[in-house]
């Protein structure tokens, strides 16, 4: 019986062991292709700003905002510019079941904090004058951002192959759960596959400032002038951005 209770305690001991090793090199292994993203997310940011640039070019008298892409998706340009920028921004802060200060308020723990969202209201798309189809000719670059047909590979863009990587260099330790079924790449409950497809990202670039790293939350738009032919020549659009970080997942904060 003794003998079994030691064999069951070595067990136990062999498997956290295995379980410290296999933590620790993903922790290591996400540190590198971390630094290694950053790297490469300076560099498209970069890039975005040229772009940006080339549609704003120095002597321009009236500077328009812009969504650029970092995925390849067609550039937002703003045929007018927003009258406000609405961001919002929550913190999580958890109740503790039970638990009473000596005011009668109830214990709280942090959560965490949740990405910055950004409201644009109202924004104009007028083709009047030129006749153009402002929904084919404007509008179009805004639908892509939220039509699964301009979707991209989670791996690909700017990061390059670095799922593949990650699970060479860490010897497929990153394809291991690390808690709640997600992996060390971020992608998905258990059984994903790591090839899903997401939405464009953007900068939302506004002279010199560079305000949010986003996809589009939600689109909404309604076609509000139309020539005889019923070619539509304006458009009011409302769009939702929501922050987002690509880059690798921390395994200290699996959930």
């Keep these: 019986m003794a003998n079994g209770v030691g064999k069951k305690k070595a067990d136990e001991a062999i498997k956290t062991g295995v379980d410290v090793v296999a933590t620790t090199g993903l922790s290591e292994v996400a540190k590198r292709q971390n630094e290694d993203f950053q790297t490469k997310e300076e560099e498209a940011k970069a890039e975005a700003r040229r772009t940006y640039d080339e549609l704003n070019p120095a002597d321009s008298r009236l500077v328009k905002a812009a969504l650029i892409s970092r995925d390849g998706a067609p550039t937002i340009r703003f ?138 939350e939600s689109l909404s738009f309604k076609l509000t002038m139309f020539l005889p032919d019923g070619t539509p020549v304006r458009a009011l659009v409302d769009l939702s951005l929501k922050e987002v970080d690509l880059s690798v997942a921390n395994p200290g904060f699996a959930q």
């Design 79 to 216: 045929m007018f510019n927003p009258t406000d920028l609405q961001f919002s921004r929550s913190v999580t802060i958890v109740d503790i079941k039970g638990a009473r200060t000596f005011q009668g308020l109830p214990k709280v723990n942090f959560g965490f904090v949740e990405p910055y969202k950004l409201k644009l209201s109202g924004l104009v798309f007028d083709t009047y004058e030129t006749g153009e189809d402002v929904y084919e000719e404007k509008i179009a670059a805004i639908r892509a951002s939220v039509d699964f047909k301009h979707f991209v590979d989670v791996h690909s863009g700017v990061l390059g192959d670095t799922g593949n990587a990650l699970a060479d260099a860490a010897g497929n330790i990153a394809n291991e759960e690390v808690g709640g079924g997600k992996n060390i790449t971020g992608a998905g409950d258990r059984g994903q596959p790591l090839d899903l497809k997401r939405p464009p990202v953007y900068y939302l670039i506004w002279g010199n400032h560079d305000y949010i790293t986003c996809m589009v």
